[in-house]
């Protein structure tokens, strides 16, 4: 079966309204066909004026986390269901997430159920640190990641979530894992997927991301497993970003 590729921009605490604007309106004008998905996840105070700017073309409309409860007395929390008003996905367990604010897997787990609940995609992020990795323990600590990530998730949801695996010591840093290693992890997620769920498991879209850059982008793509990326740095340019969605055109292509 024919995955659709998915070329997604996590633009992070980055951007002044006036830029995320002119960003959105750049996004908005890339070339894609049918053969590729693009995201773009910015700030949640731009998501209405990004919305506006991505003007009902393709482009699905993210935002980068929410809370696990739809309404009440949690000051300060974003409800999926008000999300789901402006936004097609949301990310759950970005590694800035799990590792600078503490998000545990069970709450990972918890975010995952209400992005779904909320009728959107969740783009469940995973991956090992540098230590993590050093210690062989790359493949144990995504399993982890993976099993409480999806407890909550039946078989017939899958179509709603996407996996993107992300090295922590590759994110940000400019040290993209080797295409053989995004390859190795992506085939690992989706092993896991398949042996849980058949052949809906195997059909979940599998991202990489870190320090993808048009300049590795072609081989990084072009891994059997890598269904497309989740990027950072990247995607704050809406030539780089451009580069990077053609990428996956042309490999949607052979
Ligand atoms: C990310 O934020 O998910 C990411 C992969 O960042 P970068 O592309 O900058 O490494």
New binding site residues.
């Given amino acids: 079966m024919t995955r659709t590729m998915i070329v997604a921009g996590?633009w992070?605490m980055n951007l002044s309204r006036a830029e995320a604007v002119a960003l959105a309106e750049g996004v908005a004008e890339i070339k894609t066909t049918d053969a590729v998905e693009v995201a773009v996840f910015p700030t949640f105070p731009w998501l209405v004026p990004v919305e506006d700017a991505l003007d009902e073309g393709s482009v699905v409309l993210g935002a980068q986390d929410c809370y696990v409860e739809t309404a009440g007395a949690f000051t300060g929390e974003v409800s999926p269901a008000a999300l789901a008003e402006l936004c097609g996905a949301v990310l759950a367990g970005?590694s800035e997430r799990r590792h600078v604010l503490g998000e545990t897997n069970e709450l990972v787990g918890a975010k995952v159920r209400a992005i779904l609940d909320a009728g959107m995609t969740a783009y469940l992020?995973v991956g090992e640190t540098l230590d993590e990795r050093e210690q062989g323990r790359a493949k144990s600590i995504v399993e982890e990641q993976l099993e409480h990530g999806l407890a909550a998730v039946g078989t017939t949801e899958l179509a709603q979530i996407v996996v993107?695996y992300?090295p922590v010591w590759?994110?940000?840093?400019g040290v993209a894992a080797s295409a053989d290693d995004a390859q190795s992890m992506c085939a690992f997620v989706r092993g896991w997927l398949g042996a849980r769920h058949g052949d809906a498991g195997t059909a979940v879209r599998v991202l990489y991301?870190?320090?993808?850059s048009p300049a590795n982008v072609d081989e990084i793509f072009a891994c059997e497993d890598v269904d497309g990326g989740?990027?950072?740095?990247?995607s704050l340019d809406a030539e780089s970003f451009g580069a990077l969605v053609a990428a996956a055109g042309r490999i949607a292509a052979v």
């Fill in positions: 996590n992070k970005h992020c993107a992300e590759a994110i940000g840093t991301g870190g320090s993808v989740l990027i950072g740095g990247a």
